[in-house]
């Protein structure tokens, strides 16, 4: 039975080099993470954000804005995924990448497979190696 591993990005999609990266990750017997997967799709989150204000700050906390873009999220297809680890690619915007993060985990019951593309370096984001992390077990390891 082939096990489909989704891939949700509101940025830009892996490129053939990133996702042959995140294969030879996740998916097969040799992977570094047993997901079980044999195939990856990548599926784009509409991104529709709450406005700040104007001075650039949002009213709300960050849980509640979790809350509203969980619809994003199931537009994308987030529903078929519940009860199962999926992988996320960071956008650019850190506080957003972690609205999200905390978004999918409260959709699917899991943390997501975050394919990290950015750090932050003197307070501006660079775009880096990519890089595979299991969020899941480093939550399971806080705990």
Not at 7 to 26: G, H, K, N, R, S
Not at 48 to 57: C, F, K, Q, R, S
């Amino acid at each position: 039975m082939k096990t489909i591993l989704s891939c949700y990005y509101i940025d830009d999609a892996l490129d053939e080099e990133e996702l042959q990266f995140v294969a030879q990750t996740l998916l097969g017997p040799w992977a570094r993470f047993k997901t079980g997967a044999t195939s990856l799709q990548q599926k784009r989150v509409p991104l529709v954000l709450p406005a700040p204000d104007a001075d650039g700050a949002y009213g709300h906390d960050r849980e509640y804005r979790a809350d509203r873009i969980r619809n994003n999220l199931r537009h994308a297809g987030i529903r078929t995924d519940c009860g199962r680890q999926v992988v996320w690619v960071t956008p650019r915007d850190a506080e957003w990448d972690a609205i999200f993060q905390f978004a999918i985990r409260t959709e699917t019951g899991h943390a997501p497979f975050v394919a990290q593309r950015w750090s932050v370096q003197d307070g501006v984001p660079v775009r880096c190696a990519l890089r595979v992390i299991d969020t899941q077990m480093l939550l399971r390891g806080l705990m």
